[in-house]
């Protein structure tokens, strides 16, 4: 299910951000993600993971509003991950990222019929995750337009932040 652009929602109130949490296996891409999201005004990155384990294990104590998840990884790969933290956390909008989609549609059907709410392909390698202004422009826009479609579905919650003790790996 693709979103289609219209004109970008407003930026919430300071203490309002979107909570993301970035589950990949890839160090670059985590990396990358992460970055890109906390650059934009709206956006709080309250966790950077390795793997599904991880964020299933993770979801409720973070309690973020966005979850990118890839599909293959090590312990727990994305399409196991989905159902499990959908289940701790109903309201979880989840994209999957993948180089995977870009070649298997019919992995993206299966994330989609488990509660995924998009699917975004990425590049197929580190370097080209790093010079996809595309990928990157994309990717906040989705974050941005879903996670503004299920914030006018639920009532608003008090601002918290996670400690930064909580992302598996020290921002810069």
Do not use: C
Not at 118 to 127: A, C, F, G, V, W
């Amino acid at each position: 299910m693709a979103i289609a652009a219209t004109s970008a929602p407003k930026a919430p109130v300071s203490g309002d951000r979107v909570r993301v949490m970035v589950v990949d296996d890839s160090v670059v891409v985590r990396g990358l993600v992460s970055r890109w999201l906390e650059e934009q005004p709206d956006f709080e990155v309250v966790a950077t993971l390795r793997t599904g384990r991880e964020a299933v294990d993770q979801v409720e104590r973070l309690d973020p509003d966005v979850a990118i998840l890839d599909i293959e990884m090590p312990v727990l790969d994305g399409i196991s991950a989905l159902p499990l933290l959908l289940e701790k956390k109903r309201d979880l909008v989840v994209i999957m990222a993948s180089t995977l989609t870009r070649h298997n549609a019919e992995i993206s059907l299966k994330a989609l019929s488990l509660g995924a709410a998009d699917y975004i392909p990425k590049p197929e390698t580190n370097r080209g995750v790093t010079t996809s202004a595309d990928f990157r422009r994309d990717l906040v826009e989705k974050v941005r337009q879903l996670s503004a479609r299920r914030r006018r579905l639920r009532p608003a919650r008090p601002a918290t932040s996670a400690p930064a003790a909580a992302r598996s790996e020290p921002r810069p």
